[in-house]
């Protein structure tokens, strides 16, 4: 399970669709709030990249989604932190 989540965390293809999600939610945000927009996005990423078979793993396909949604909430996590600190500094 560790090689599966150190393969999805070093997957530049999930990094570039995740800071693409979270820069298109923070510019909704007014419209369409953070957490639906975040949420669908992190599941839709976690379900394609497995599904066009963009990295061929042995798992099977349901423990490729579960760690992937792991993955994917540990960088938004981060990316809104990091988004957090960044407005806090600004003010």
């Given at each position: 399970?560790?090689?599966?989540?150190?393969?999805?965390?070093?997957?530049?293809?999930r990094i570039g669709l995740l800071i693409a999600l979270l820069l298109t939610t923070l510019?909704?945000?007014?419209?369409?709030?953070?957490?639906?927009?975040?949420?669908?996005?992190?599941?839709?990423?976690?379900?394609?990249?497995?599904?066009?078979?963009?990295?061929?793993?042995?798992?099977?396909?349901?423990?490729?989604?579960?760690?992937?949604?792991?993955?994917?909430?540990?960088?938004?996590?981060?990316?809104?932190?990091?988004?957090?600190?960044?407005?806090?500094?600004?003010?």
């Open positions: 399970m560790a090689d599966l989540l150190a393969a999805q965390a070093g997957d530049v293809f510019r909704n945000r007014p419209v369409t709030g953070i957490l639906l927009p975040l949420a669908a996005g992190a599941v839709f990423v976690a379900v394609i990249i497995p599904l066009t078979g963009a990295m061929t793993r042995p798992e099977p396909l349901s423990m490729q989604v579960l760690a992937g949604l792991a993955v994917n909430a540990v960088y938004l996590c981060l990316g809104l932190a990091g988004w957090s600190l960044w407005q806090a500094r600004r003010r």
